[in-house]
């Protein structure tokens, strides 16, 4: 069983950043970060594998978010710099142990409650 709980949410004005944390309990082999606006489904937005950290973004953050673990792969990180209005979202943590890392929400058995993250223009 992998227990995850997320927190670092908030809000911002265009052009701030935040950095989201998850503190994780268990092994897995993928990490990522899902985020969730109203009346949207919700997306992939960075993973990363347990072994080799190997990473992949979605094409909307890539250059402006990185996903990072700590050494005893305990904790997983999202760093969030010039954030936009349309990253307002509900940001999820989640963890699976799929044949491949993709970012998609049928690759992960396990989430987090959630974090908000809201950005003002």
């Known amino acids: 069983q992998v227990q995850l709980q997320e927190s670092g949410g908030g809000s911002v004005q265009s052009g701030g950043s935040l950095k989201l944390s998850c503190a994780a309990s268990?092994?897995?082999?993928?990490m990522a970060w899902f985020r969730q606006a109203p009346g949207k489904e919700r997306e992939g937005v960075a993973l990363?594998?347990?072994?080799?950290?190997?990473?992949a973004y979605a094409e909307s953050v890539k250059g402006r978010f990185t996903i990072s673990q700590d050494g005893a792969k305990t904790t997983l990180y999202l760093q969030m710099n010039s954030l936009e209005p349309e990253d307002t979202a509900m940001y999820y943590c989640?963890?699976?142990?799929?044949?491949?890392?993709?970012?998609?929400?049928?690759?992960?058995?396990?989430w987090g409650r959630g974090t908000q993250v809201t950005v003002s223009s």
């Open positions: 990363i594998t347990n072994i080799g950290r190997t990473t």
């Open positions: 989640a963890a699976g142990y799929p044949a491949v890392c993709l970012l998609s929400t049928e690759a992960y058995n396990y």
């Open positions: 268990g092994d897995t082999r993928c």
